[in-house]
């Protein structure tokens, strides 16, 4: 630690000293601005007014933002934090803080959720995607410290925190900083920081519920909360808050939904007929059963998803088999409690803990090499191709049985800590702070349904084409089972923190400075699941690491309406080396409505256990207009990826019901964490039954844009109108696809990388709302823009424009009354051909759900 000392020293002293010359480069060069997140362990407003030192401790009145050690007088620093409210949130229309956030514009791309049905491996577990990147790429925090991720990554990689674990009734705000915050927080901060800020020192209780349901049916909505809270910080010494929140939804199915109920999109442009289907395939071609057995029928095979040749198939409805969201079950409680131990000292504890259930319908279960999904089973030498034959014939043949993933997830956190201020005659005035906190995910999944492989062959080989009977083979004693897998992710923290606003006072304003360590125990296992069934998808990891760091910034003002910030992290990972990674920042704020600002943040980001010591896991991704499957291990040899955050915007207020902030960014990322070309392997050995791959440190990604936030309000005699909205454009997303770069941004091939998912180059949120006396009415647009089909023939896909009204009013003594309708206009999502493809659907559930028209009503009492 000696080294880091003198290293940080060292910093600090050149920040000051050579202030000028920083400045000049950074005008040249740097152009990004890292939003840091203010610790929430600052001793809250009002504690305080005068130092030990005699000094009024004016940094204790400061705002605390996330992205900053140092509070400030103003919520805009050196990046603008976009912030929501608990009453934000209820004007949406969400149910969950899942949703929520999942739809905010800087949410682009690549966000999964627990809707997912394949290349998911996470079932139950929600997260965000900040400017499109992968869920690796952006850190969420809760009350600025960190939690344990979910147990299981998306895609068998990508780990993410699950915010399906946070109580809605327990959010006082969300402050979401969209650029890279690597040098106050550490290397998954490279796309951003969420920060999910709950209630404390709340006094009362409260009690709240709705209801909620789809005009065509399915996800029937229930929720009740509870928040309560005993003591007055500064009167008793103590206070105690706790929340309580519970959530059911029913789910939908593709049958209760018009444009998926027959799995037919034949009508379509690069539409096919998509119910699963069973044959023998010969010399002739596909050969439908005969008889098709009792939930077959017969059809032509022409232009079936599964064989588009000439022949014939027995088909069969699957979309009951197949959600489109599933069942959950949400149950979330929070305890934070504050006792105050002196005038400037005050302890805390915070136990949070959650159980989720989901019942996700995958499909009809089934087999054979021109199934959706391509059949294998894991035999004595490894994976084997599951195609069994009659008579010399393949059999592909569906099951009237759907397979459900059942995931039971537990995630508790508790942390404790003290935190105070203090004054100094010389130095300023002091706010500091240390925690402990150790949060875990555990996560369990039944597959049911699935296919054992030695039951289907032991009667496969006995029969002939002539004597196969469908009915006998669904009544096979054992032939479909349950395979399990489990997950435990596990994080442990101590940190500590010190700041002031006032460290020096030089001519043109007072010098801040802020400082940190942090140690983390990161430990990861996941069990390998069942491999006796056909189909398994299955997955073997067992990694700890040990992380240190040490962090600082320094704030200097070069004029009165010009400030300079400096700050830089050097961590340690025991599995690779230390990286030191440094931030420049510039704030012009020449009149009090505008402040510009510009910030360059050079980072990286630590491979993740999953990468790193995966021993073996099993999936399927599409390649065009195909599912193949995949093999994949870890690799402890792998680099940290480095990247550079560029970012310039300003925020300007030129009255009291006006805002207006606009951003550019630009990420680069270099040495980036992947597979090889699935594209380049399938093209180089088609038909290979499994594609061995491992990770590595490919080549580069770039990406840059816009974001925009606007507000304006209009005081009339019937009331206020406010209008408002939140913007993002992805001018370019670039990494290389088999060798060649490729700009991913306004189409869908980023299907076939890492990311998995379209990328519009368009999203944005606009509100109108509506106030008078006890009444709120708000009106929200939501877009999301169009994309070019890269992936298979068919026709580009249409941007998707969504009106959700809610109404709420507060006239009642003690009561809050609302009802809300999404979805007004019941649009539908857009067709993408490639979907159909991967689940028998026909759009991308990483940027759409498909509920229709949806009506809640609910309440509130205060006591």
Avoid at 2 to 10: H, N, R, Y
Avoid at 83 to 92: F, G, K, L, Y
Avoid at 629 to 644: A, S
């Amino acid at each position: 630690m000696a080294v880091i000392k003198k290293m940080i020293l060292a910093q600090l002293t050149s920040s000051v000293v050579f202030a000028a010359p920083v400045l000049a480069q950074s005008l040249q060069g740097a152009s990004a601005s890292v939003s840091a997140a203010a610790s929430t362990l600052a001793v809250p407003s009002g504690v305080a007014t005068t130092g030990p030192s005699g000094n009024k401790v004016t940094q204790l009145q400061g705002v605390e933002v996330t992205g900053s050690l140092i509070r400030s007088s103003d919520r805009t620093g050196f990046n603008q934090v976009q912030s929501v409210t608990q009453n934000d949130i209820q004007r949406s229309g969400a149910t969950t803080v899942s949703n929520f956030l999942r739809d905010i514009s800087a949410n682009s791309a690549s966000s999964w959720g627990e809707d997912t049905v394949l290349m998911n491996q996470a079932p139950g577990g929600a997260g965000i995607a900040l400017r499109g990147m992968s869920m690796k790429y952006s850190l969420v925090l809760i009350d600025g410290q960190r939690a344990a991720p979910y147990a299981f990554g998306v895609g068998g990689t990508d780990t993410f925190f699950d915010i399906n674990t946070v109580p809605i009734n327990a959010v006082d705000r969300i402050e979401i900083v969209k650029t890279g915050a690597v040098s106050q927080y550490g290397s998954d901060a490279i796309a951003g920081v969420v920060n999910i800020i709950t209630k404390k020192d709340f006094q009362g209780l409260q009690l709240g519920g709705s209801l909620g349901g789809a005009q065509h049916g399915g996800q029937g909505m229930t929720n009740f909360s509870l928040l309560g809270g005993i003591g007055d910080l500064n009167v008793d010494r103590f206070n105690v808050t706790a929340a309580l929140d519970v959530y059911h939804a029913s789910g939908v199915t593709l049958a209760q939904r018009g444009m998926t109920s027959n799995e037919n999109y034949a009508e379509l442009p690069g539409g096919l007929f998509a119910q699963p289907s069973s044959f023998f395939t010969t010399a002739s071609g596909p050969q439908a059963l005969s008889p098709c057995g009792p939930t077959g029928l017969m059809t032509s095979a022409a232009n079936n998803l599964q064989t588009q040749t000439p022949g014939t198939v027995c088909s069969q409805n699957g979309a009951k088999a197949q959600s489109l969201a599933p069942q959950v079950e949400h149950t979330s409680a929070k305890v934070h409690a504050d006792f105050k131990l002196g005038v400037y000292v005050v302890a805390f504890a915070d136990l949070w803990a959650s159980y989720n259930t989901t019942s996700l319908a995958s499909g009809l279960a089934g087999f054979g090499t021109d199934a959706l999904v391509p059949s294998f089973y894991y035999a004595d030498r490894g994976f084997t191709a599951f195609s069994p034959t009659v008579g010399g014939n393949a059999l592909t043949y569906y099951f009237p049985d759907a397979q459900d993933w059942d995931t039971t997830s537990v995630f508790y956190r508790f942390s404790s800590g003290v935190k105070g201020s203090f004054g100094t005659r010389n130095f300023g005035d002091w706010d500091w702070s240390a925690s402990y906190g150790h949060s875990q995910s555990e996560v369990s999944n039944t597959f049911t349904s699935q296919v054992n492989a030695s039951a289907v062959l032991d009667y496969t080989n006995e029969v002939t084409p002539a004597t196969f009977s469908a009915e006998t083979l669904d009544d096979l004693p054992g032939v479909l089972g349950a395979s399990r897998d489990r997950g435990v992710s596990k994080l442990d923290t101590l940190d500590a923190t010190a700041s002031t606003s006032n460290l020096l006072s030089m001519p043109a304003g007072d010098v801040g400075m802020g400082f940190g360590v942090q140690l983390q125990h990161q430990s990861e296992y996941i069990a390998p699941g069942s491999t006796g069934f056909v189909n398994p998808f299955t997955q073997a990891v067992n990694g700890e690491r040990n992380m240190a760091a040490a962090y600082y910034q320094i704030d200097v003002p070069l004029l009165s309406e010009l400030t300079f910030s400096q700050s830089g992290r050097y961590d340690y990972y025991g599995n690779f080396g230390g990286v030191y990674s440094p931030r420049l920042a510039l704030r012009y704020q020449p009149m009090n409505a505008l402040t510009v600002y510009a910030s360059y943040d050079r980072g990286f980001r630590a491979p993740t256990l999953i990468e790193l010591y995966q021993t073996a896991s099993v999936t399927s991704q599409p390649v065009g207009a195909r599912n193949v499957d995949e093999y994949f291990v870890g690799n402890p040899d792998l680099k940290p990826e480095h990247t550079e955050n560029y970012n310039v915007g300003f925020q300007l207020s030129p009255t009291a019901s006006t805002d207006v902030g606009l951003d550019w960014y630009k990420i680069d990322v270099t040495k980036v964490i992947g597979q090889p070309s699935i594209v380049a392997e399938v093209n180089a050995n088609p038909g290979q039954t499994i594609y061995y791959l491992g990770y590595e440190n490919l080549a580069y990604l770039r990406t840059d844009g816009f974001e925009a936030t606007f507000k304006q309000g209009f005081p009339t005699k019937i009331g206020t109108f406010t209008l408002s909205g939140d913007w993002a454009y992805v001018r370019r997303f670039k990494m290389p696809i088999n060798g060649i770069a490729a700009d991913l941004a306004g189409n869908n091939d980023a299907n076939d990388t890492v990311f998995g998912g379209a990328f519009p180059r368009w999203k944005g949120n606009t509100e109108l709302s509506w106030t008078h006396r006890e009444w709120t009415t708000t009106l929200t647009w939501q877009f999301t823009g169009p994309y070019a089909q890269e992936i298979v023939s068919g026709p580009n896909v249409a941007s998707y424009s969504q009106l959700d009204l809610l109404v709420s009013y507060g006239g009642f003594r003690n009561w809050k009354l609302y009802a809300g309708i999404n979805n007004i206009l019941d649009r539908a999502p857009p067709y993408d051909a490639s979907w159909t493809y991967v689940n028998r659907g026909y759009f991308d559930p990483s940027l759409y759900s498909y509920m229709g028209r949806y009506g809640q009503i609910g309440a509130t009492y205060r006591f």
